[in-house]
T-cell receptor, first 111, second 113 residues
Framework: DQQVKQNSPSLSVQEGRISILNCDYT??????FLWYKKYPAEGPTFLIS?????DKNEDGRFTVFLNKSAKHLSLHIVPSQPGDSAVYFCAANNAGNMLTFGGGTRLMVKP | NAGVTQTPKFRVLKTGQSMTLLCAQD?????MYWYRQDPGMGLRLIHYSVGEGTTAKGEVPDGYNVSRLKKQNFLLGLESAAPSQTSVYFCASSYWTGGYGYTFGSGTRLTVV
């Protein structure tokens, strides 16, 4: 029973265009959502987060949107760059301090 | 700027062998975690610790044991390795998760043949 799902295993985007990565969750008790980025042979690194009381958080080229009624969040990258090519994991936090991760989406940004 | 260090980085085991994966952090974090990453499954929590001397089971604890004798170290043990434990293992640590998440190590790639 996956509580956090990323239904697209891969996404290909042209350099300069927008990348939109999606994530769905089932547990309404999650109070924080995070995105991690992972390059090959490295550990995941924290990218951006959003509290459940907000609907948008922006950090440079990265924006995360949260739709609580739909239990859906998305990560927008504008403009996409080749260096953004990586696996992106959506994660959700509950009050017990545990993160639940989605299956990941591999983003490929073509020059 | 060590952060979280995992050893070894690669290992091949025969079925039934045992081994210990070591995780060390130098950030004085209270919380430490062991995850495994499998294709399409994302990161699944094996065991975690909320402080020195404590451990708890995560989502997929069977076949693994852990110990946290010192605050900076978190050990993951496989007593009798099975091919199903072939995976990439990540250790992470955190002060808390409220918005800043975890600091991960670079992973250990384990193959059980």
């Amino acid at each position: 029973d996956q509580q956090v799902k990323q239904n697209s295993p891969s996404l290909s985007v042209q350099e300069g265009r927008i990348s939109i990565l999606n994530c769905d969750y089932t547990n309404s008790m999650f109070d924080y959502f995070l995105w991690y980025k992972k390059y090959p042979a490295e550990g995941p690194t924290f990218l951006i987060s959003i509290s459940s009381i907000k609907d948008k958080n922006e950090d440079g080229r990265f924006t995360v949107f949260l739709n609580k009624s739909a239990k859906h969040l998305s990560l927008h990258i504008v403009p996409s760059q080749p260096g953004d090519s990586a696996v992106y994991f959506c994660a959700a936090n509950n009050a017990g301090n545990m993160l639940t991760f989605g299956g990941g989406t591999r983003l490929m940004v073509k020059p | 700027n060590a952060g979280v260090t995992q050893t070894p980085k690669f290992r091949v085991l025969k079925t039934g062998q045992s081994m210990t994966l070591l995780c060390a952090q130098d950030m004085n974090h209270e919380y430490m975690y062991w995850y495994r990453q499998d294709p399409g499954m994302g990161l699944r929590l094996i065991h975690y610790s909320v402080g020195e001397g404590t451990t708890a089971k995560g989502e997929v604890p069977d076949g693994y044991n852990v110990s946290r004798l010192k605050k900076q170290n978190f050990l993951l043990g496989l007593e009798s390795a099975a091919p199903s434990q072939t995976s990439v293992y990540f250790c992470a640590s955190s002060y808390w998760t409220g918005g800043y998440g975890y600091t991960f190590g670079s992973g250990t790639r384990l193959t059980v043949v």
